[in-house]
């Protein structure tokens, strides 16, 4: 048996810079970890099992794709029993059907002793998801193309946030098929946004952070404005929106103050976290 945790993860910032012949869009994003995980137990068996109470039908369970693309791809017929606990929200920007899809391919990876190395498991995890790629590795990472190519970043500073969803649900393909134009932000602008998030520069952040896909959602959930506000007005020194939405981010200077935060704004769904690093 084999337990894994499969971490949620936020978007820093995300810049949409085209449509690409296959239908998906050009992205930059520095996205990274937070500690907030779904649960996966591994075991041997004779077929593909997953066990979940998730709502999600089998057939489009990401931790079921993975196995069997797996399986297929190291040429066996081995089978597992996996349990997967679901604590990250659905659909929420958050990642956690792919963080869960990177867990299933690691943990795998080791239960049946494939052995496979990074390349051939980021092969697999290409064809699961464009996040997918970025949860083989972590903690933080930039990540352009459609999400296949990946630039380890070092953060050594973890940084404590409330993560709030208003329990709406957003269509990534929806949130990008309204944009009506594509960003052109300068070559130095990751490298200006890790050096002011390394450093804590919380003015520099509020000033230059863009997640191209707000203003769509923004504009038909107003309520993930309202959450927003509402966390500037609890205290955090920084907000966004992670992913395609609808779960938004604020930063607070420590844990006792993003729990006050927590208990005032009363969000359907919310969690104090900590960045990895």
Not at 36 to 54: N, Q, W, Y
Not at 79 to 89: E, M
Not at 103 to 109: A, E, F, M, Q, V
Not at 162 to 174: D, E, F, H, K, Q
């Amino acid at each position: 048996m084999l337990t894994l945790q499969a971490p949620a993860k936020i978007n820093w910032f995300l810049r949409v810079k085209g449509t690409r012949p296959d239908g998906y869009h050009d992205i930059l994003s520095l996205i990274q970890c937070v500690s907030h995980f779904d649960t996966l137990t591994f075991e041997e068996s004779k077929g593909i099992s997953v066990i979940t109470e998730a709502p999600v039908p089998g057939d489009e369970n990401l931790v079921t794709k993975a196995a069997l693309m797996l399986r297929e791809k190291a040429g066996i017929k081995r089978g597992a029993r996996i349990s997967l606990v679901k604590n990250i929200p659905i659909a929420a920007g958050l990642g956690g059907g792919s963080s869960d899809a990177a867990s299933t391919l690691k943990g795998l990876n080791t239960l049946w002793g494939l052995d496979l190395p990074p390349g051939e498991l980021h092969e697999i995890a290409i064809g699961l998801g464009s996040d997918v790629p970025f949860f083989l590795g972590g903690p933080a990472s930039l990540v352009s193309g459609r999400g296949e190519n990946l630039s380890p970043v070092n953060i050594t500073r973890p940084l404590t946030l409330l993560l709030l969803n208003p329990s709406v649900t957003v269509s990534a393909g929806w949130a990008y098929s309204e944009l009506s134009g594509f960003s052109d932000e300068s070559p130095e602008y990751p490298g200006e946004f890790i050096t002011a998030l390394e450093a804590e520069d919380l003015a520099t952040l509020r000033e230059i952070a863009v997640n191209d896909l707000e203003r769509p959602v923004l504009k038909k959930h107003p309520v993930v404005a309202d959450l927003k506000e509402s966390l500037h007005k609890a205290g955090a020194l920084f907000s966004a929106m992670s992913g395609s939405g609808p779960t938004v981010f604020g930063i607070f200077t420590n844990r006792d103050h993003a729990v006050r935060a927590q208990n005032k704004i009363q969000a359907p769904w919310s969690a104090v976290v900590e960045t990895l690093v």
